[in-house]
């Protein structure tokens, strides 16, 4: 993909139709991303899959042979969005970086920035009907040699997790509430709802890679100051 700047050329052509294969049926951007989501199970947990920091370049690539939790997300939408590998590649750049413009000082770096990016662009949005009743005042300092924000997190509170998940019908994006002053959220992930349980789908270093889980273990066995469950748009594809 020429065309794209700083593109570098980690991307697995051959692997990438097979992903589009195995949805192309379905038309469903939500459908998708549960077909896709769970076609992934078992790919292993990348370390830093991105290239780029303050001191180097910052380079475009989408590899799919692991993940970090981040990356798992950005891939998955970017697939049920597009029609051909063309358009992953062209909206998992749109999905990462601000405008599109690939630069390590555009790159959301914290999901406070990735939500309201993707929210202005119509890919996301904010589930109103959910009561998030803690809240939390950061300031997002974590990252080194990266301007420092001001944010007022508003989450769901952990107890009352059985009956937000009761309204969820469809998949949605989790992200889960950081308990440090200077983060916002440490992970995310997929909120797969089924007949009997709720499924998270996510990419864990302490797991191996992309697993799938019921919800509810992983809440337990983690410290988590909230959740925030991110509806996602039925953009025509």
């Known amino acids: 993909m020429k065309n794209i700047q700083n593109f570098t050329d980690e ?3 051959e692997f990438a139709n097979e992903i589009l294969k195995d949805c192309e049926e379905e038309k469903s951007v939500c459908k998708r991303i549960d077909l896709i989501s769970k076609f992934l199970i078992g790919k292993p947990y990348r370390v830093n899959p991105i290239i780029g920091s303050f001191e180097e370049e910052e380079k475009f690539t989408l590899p799919l042979d692991g993940f970090d939790c981040v990356t798992f997300i ?9 029609k051909n590998t063309t358009e992953v590649l062209e909206n998992a750049r749109k999905i990462r970086y601000l405008n599109g413009n690939i630069a390590w000082l555009t790159r959301n770096h914290y999901m406070t920035d990735w939500l309201s990016r993707n929210i202005d662009t119509g890919l996301v949005s904010y589930c109103s009907e959910l009561d998030e009743s803690v809240h939390s005042k950061r300031s997002l300092s974590v990252l080194p ?11 769901c509170e ?3 997790c059985a009956d937000i998940f009761k309204k969820i019908t469809t998949p949605k994006i989790l992200l889960i509430g950081s308990n440090l002053e200077n983060l916002d959220y440490f992970h995310t992930g997929f909120l797969i709802p089924t007949k009997d349980l709720y499924l998270f789908r996510h990419s864990a270093k302490s797991l191996g890679g992309v697993v799938e889980e019921n919800v509810y273990d992983f809440i337990n066995r983690n410290e988590i100051f909230g959740l925030k469950i991110i509806a996602i748009n039925e953009i025509k594809r």
């Open 11 to 13: 991307f697995n052509y």
């Open 74 to 82: 950005e891939t998955v939408l970017s697939f049920a969005l597009s």
């Open 158 to 160: 952990i107890n009352s």
């Open 145 to 155: 040699n990266y301007p420092s924000k001001d944010h007022e997190l508003k989450m």
